[in-house]
């Protein structure tokens, strides 16, 4: 199994950029997660969907920020317009159920915004 | 206020100690988690546990429920064993996770 594939590994942009990352989670884990990871505050939940629809968004920052889900094989979390405090390391994970199945973790795209 | 507490935040140890990091939550959890995170970022899960004792190797992990703490504990340790640990638990009734803020760990040879 490929895992969690996730695009860009690094970014980097100017501020004021729009800014797309990307996520392919496992074949049939029906839960996919995006978290954001920082070193003031560690890692933090900023959305999931199951079954590509949204649950819980409660911890997107802001209305700059916005994820999708179109089919059970992509997702994409958009940052517009990005500012340098959106600067982390930006994880999507997956899981086929996770009240009793862990997570899988992409290896993550590091964002620095100038 | 973070209502996972990671202990201690950094240790340092050399080839060979038993290590052992902590982990304190507040609420009521369906599972908690240990997960690993080596130097250029990658996080792998380690353990998901709801109660008593689960082994992998020379990793141990346990949980008290009614005293809300859970243990990680590494047998004969080696250096390829320095990464960040991180907690985190799984509220009842949802399925996203709460993390601690890690605990940075290295071995030296």
């Known amino acids: 199994d490929a895992g969690v594939i996730q695009s860009p590994r690094h970014e980097v942009t100017e501020m004021g950029q729009e800014v797309t990352l990307r996520c392919k989670p496992i074949?049939?884990?029906?839960?996919l997660f995006w978290y954001r990871q920082t070193m003031m505050r560690g890692l933090e939940l900023l959305i999931y969907?199951?079954?590509?629809?949204?649950?819980?968004d409660s911890g997107m920052p802001e209305d700059r920020f916005s994820a999708k889900m179109p089919n059970a094989s992509f997702s994409t979390l958009k940052i517009q317009p990005s500012e340098p405090r959106d600067s982390a390391v930006y994880f999507c994970?997956?899981?086929?159920?996770?009240?009793?199945?862990?997570?899988?973790f992409g290896d993550g795209t590091r964002l620095s915004i100038l | 206020k973070n209502e996972v507490e990671q202990s201690p935040q950094n240790l340092t140890a050399q080839e060979g100690e038993f290590i052992t990091i902590n982990c304190s939550y507040s609420?009521?959890?369906?599972?908690l988690h240990w997960l690993q995170q080596h130097p250029g970022g990658g996080i792998v899960s380690l353990f998901m546990?709801?109660?008593g004792k689960k082994k992998h190797g020379r990793l141990i992990a346990t949980i008290n429920i009614q005293e809300k703490h859970s243990s990680l504990h590494i047998t004969a340790s080696h250096p390829r064993d320095s990464a960040v640990y991180i907690c985190?638990?799984?509220?009842?009734?949802?399925?996203?996770?709460?993390f601690g803020q890690g605990t940075r760990l290295t071995i030296n040879p």
């Open positions: 969907f199951n079954n590509n629809v949204p649950i819980d």
């Open positions: 985190a638990w799984q509220i009842q009734g949802a399925q996203k996770l709460v």
């Open positions: 546990l709801s109660s």
């Open positions: 074949s049939g884990h029906d839960y």
């Open positions: 609420v009521g959890i369906s599972a």
């Open positions: 994970a997956s899981s086929p159920h996770p009240k009793v199945q862990p997570q899988h």
